[in-house]
């Protein structure tokens, strides 16, 4: 069974620059994280998917970050403009279960410095 | 602040000694897991308790949930080299999974 892709596995760009990642789940699975994880810390949850529907963003700077998922599979999160301190990487996850419950299967991540 | 404490933040240790890790909230959870995160990977799940005061064993790996679903510890046995890792504990609460900055564990031969 293929696991989560992701990609880009590394992107640099220049502050006030724009980016995209994109994340296709494991074949099924309903739910889909997007998290964010700053070098030495945990991972913070930017917006959760249930299928094509956004179930929680609030931990999401809607001012520069959005995301989608059309059709309820693949998903992109976008930042633009892009600051130093956006500086992380970010990984997609998704799961099987119902949101809240359940295995969370993640990508390896890709790795944005904003220089 | 974090929802989830985790301590202590670094741990590093010689190959067979014993150690435990530490997941602290003032919240419930509905349920808890425990992740193991190398460098370059994301996240792998190594179990999931939901049951207050729930005990699990993976091998030399065992995992407490407290009584009142608001904390957990792992413990490892004789700890290996390939035990070192970024450990991450994450909490379900209203249909969120949040994650602890984590403990990072080094394990010297």
């Known amino acids: 069974e293929a696991g989560v892709a992701q990609s880009p596995r590394y992107k640099i760009i220049e502050k006030r620059q724009s980016v995209a990642f994109w994340c296709n789940p494991i074949?099924?699975?309903?739910?889909l994280y997007w998290y964010q994880q700053i070098l030495g810390q945990g991972p913070k949850l930017l917006i959760q998917?249930?299928?094509?529907?956004?179930?929680?963003d609030s931990q999401l700077p809607k001012d520069r970050f959005s995301a989608e998922r059309l059709k309820g599979v693949d998903s992109t999160l976008k930042i633009q403009p892009a600051k130093l301190e956006d500086s992380a990487v970010y990984l997609c996850?998704?799961?099987?279960?119902?949101?809240?419950?359940?295995?969370?299967?993640f990508g390896e991540g890709s790795r944005l410095t904003v220089l | 602040t974090q929802l989830l404490e985790q301590s202590p933040q670094f741990l590093s240790i010689q190959e067979g000694e014993n150690l435990t890790v530490y997941c602290n909230s003032s919240?419930?959870?509905?349920?808890l897991q425990w992740y193991r995160q190398e460098p370059g990977e994301g996240p792998v799940l190594l179990v999931t308790?939901?049951?207050?005061?729930e005990v699990k064993k993976l091998k030399r790996l065992t995992f407490q949930f407290g009584d009142a679903r608001k904390d957990s510890s792992l413990h490892i046995t004789a700890a290996q080299p390939g035990d070192t890792g970024l450990y991450l504990c994450?909490?379900?609460?209203?249909?969120?999974?949040?994650f602890g900055a984590g403990t990072r564990l080094t394990v010297k031969p």
């Open positions: 996850a998704s799961s099987p279960d119902r949101v809240g419950t359940g295995e969370l299967f």
């Open positions: 074949s099924g699975h309903a739910t």
């Open positions: 998917f249930q299928n094509n529907g956004v179930v929680d």
């Open positions: 919240s419930v959870f509905s349920s």
């Open positions: 308790v939901v049951t207050g005061g």
């Open positions: 994450a909490g379900a609460k209203n249909n969120d999974m949040r």
